[in-house]
């Protein structure tokens, strides 16, 4: 789909901005990305993903290919250095009941990255425009002029809209004069990628993803899919370590070991830096060009990938005409309290944790569900109506029933052709699902409005004579039905980023009221979202 021969222009290929661009693209939007470097960043960075990121890769055809190079692993290990008593884990097992992916991923991002671009470039070809740095722009009325040096010179590129994901130093959202409030602390991090055998010759049998709290030296210990890496924090005035010092360390950390080699560093400062808006116009600022966080937990990179979640079908559906522009006033409304609020001081409260400033953190203090749902960040509920109620923590030994705001659990169903999974109804489309009988023939509305699908949910499945097989979808034992929580003669809207617009009573017999429907209009033609 074209946007009137202007694409959205995407500044920055980290992987934000490379996940954006997928995002645009799944939607049929054009877009182009514009990276300074000549090639992606080759430091040792981030290497966890979690679940949710997962499930936002899976959305725009791009999972595949980064779970086959990646390391899967379903428990996340909390262990007492000094002791080396374990506490009680973070197990992703619990999460059969909310997602086909109920496990997190190790990757490095100097290998994520690579895989992102080339799954872009076989979406959309000539998408990636490697050495080109946006350097300024111009917004008008119904576009914006974005001024472009490349190596052929300095060119103007006209979009529809302008997405900085150019980083924590953010050129774009400096000449915006946007604000930067926060801090960055003394204490720096340390990360080591080492060559060494954890598993056969010198079995230690941690889990894949370990963080060792001490007061005097935490440590986090990751297994990679080709080595381990290890992160520790570097106290301020500390000079880097050479080589022969950080193997004297990795020993010290995890105990004497035949054939340990030292195959790549990073230091990098530790921030908690919030910009005081995200939008300017036709210009949004996301990733860590407007939050940069404490990246413990994974919450760093993992936190921007719910802004390439929240913003593209937003610019879809306004792009598509389907939308007022008033509908992407909810992307800062929800990710900003999510990131501020919740991710950033879940990461500063996990620190203290590993500190030991703090002997528990409520992240993990709400059963063994609750932790599950929460430290993959399947636990975040938007703010999709304004009434100012999100949240990030969920607790609990069991599921809970899904609220509005809520994310969907994405669980298998019997459409009309076989099985289906819940967000693959939502993929490209609102999702209205009447929990309803269908012996009943129940009456729903059948006018069609662009954007929006239909289902009945029963445990009753449509006769091929009811004329309701192809909007029925066959919930055996009410599985569906019982894990969200739906009330008979109820329906769930559910956007497609998975997460709950509306929960609303229906009448099946009145088929003049269209409840739904005036929600979706209220929702895309300027009402609270």
């Not at 430091?43 to 980064?66: F, M, N, S």
């Not at 995890?254 to 080699?261: A, F, P, Q, S, T």
């Not at 210009?283 to 936190?303: K, Q, R, S, Y």
């Not at 500063?348 to 409520?362: G, I, L, N, Q, W």
Request: hydrophobic letters at 40%; aromatic letters at 8%.
């Amino acid at each position: 789909m074209s946007n009137g021969g202007m694409p959205v222009i995407v500044a920055g290929g980290g992987p934000v901005g490379l996940i954006t661009a997928l995002g645009l693209v799944h939607y049929g939007i054009d877009v182009v990305l514009y990276e300074e470097d000549d090639q992606l960043s080759l430091d040792t960075k981030a290497g966890t993903i979690l679940t949710r990121t997962i499930e936002v890769l899976d959305r725009y055809g791009a999972a595949e290919a980064v779970l086959a190079a990646s390391l899967r692993l379903d428990e996340i290990g909390d262990i007492d250095r000094v002791t080396g008593t374990a506490r009680e884990s973070v197990h992703t097992g619990e999460l059969t009941k909310d997602t086909r992916f109920h496990f997190v991923i190790n990757i490095p991002q100097h290998h994520l990255e690579p895989i992102l671009r080339d799954r872009l470039e076989q979406l959309a070809p000539g998408t990636v425009h490697m050495g080109h740095s946006v350097t300024g722009f111009v917004q008008h009325t119904e576009h914006i002029d974005v001024h472009v040096e490349s190596p052929e010179g300095t060119k103007t590129v006209q979009g529809s809209y302008l997405l900085a994901c150019d980083g924590g130093r953010s050129r774009l959202r400096e000449a915006l004069g946007i604000t930067v409030e926060g801090y960055t602390l003394a204490q720096r991090y340390m990360l080591v990628d080492l060559e060494v055998d954890l598993d056969e010759a010198n079995p230690r049998d941690y889990p894949y993803l370990a963080y060792f709290g001490d007061p005097q030296e935490w440590m986090i210990l990751v297994r990679q899919p080709h080595c381990w890496r290890f992160l520790y924090p570097l106290e301020p005035g500390q000079p880097e370590p050479d080589r022969n010092e950080l193997e004297a360390k990795a020993l010290r950390f995890i105990g004497d070991v035949d054939g340990l080699r030292v195959l790549g560093t990073n230091i990098y400062p530790v921030h908690h830096r919030v910009a005081d808006r995200w939008r300017d116009g036709r210009i949004f600022l996301m990733g860590d060009a407007a939050h940069l966080l404490t990246p413990m937990w994974a919450l760093g990179l993992n936190t921007g990938v719910l802004d390439a979640s929240n913003l593209p079908w937003r610019l879809a559906w306004v792009l598509r005409g389907w939308a007022d522009q008033s509908l992407l006033d909810g992307y800062e409304r929800e990710q900003s309290p999510v990131a501020v609020r919740g991710a950033g001081e879940m990461a500063e409260a996990a620190r203290a944790y590993m500190d030991r400033r703090s002997s528990t953190v409520s992240a993990m203090d709400g059963g063994r569900w609750g932790a599950a749902v929460t430290r993959s960040l399947l636990g975040v509920s938007l703010d999709v109506d304004g009434s100012g109620d999100w949240s990030m923590i969920v607790s609990g030994n069991t599921p809970q029933p899904v609220g509005t705001g809520d994310r969907l659990p994405d669980l298998p169903v019997f459409g009309p052709r076989g099985q289906t999974w819940l967000h693959d109804l939502t993929r490209d489309s609102f999702v209205a699902l009447y929990f309803t009988d269908v012996r009943r023939r129940p009456r729903i509305s059948s006018t069609e409005v662009p954007g929006l699908s239909r289902y009945l949910v029963s445990r009753w499945d449509a006769p091929l004579d009811s004329g309701l097989r192809e909007r029925t979808l066959f919930d055996p034992g009410e599985r569906i039905t019982q894990r969200i929580g739906a009330l008979p003669d109820t329906a769930f809207l559910v956007r497609p980023d998975g997460h709950v617009a509306a929960i609303l009573p229906i009448d099946p017999a009145d088929e003049t009221k269209d409840p739904v429907g005036d929600v979706y209009v209220q929702i895309t033609q300027g009402a609270t979202q």
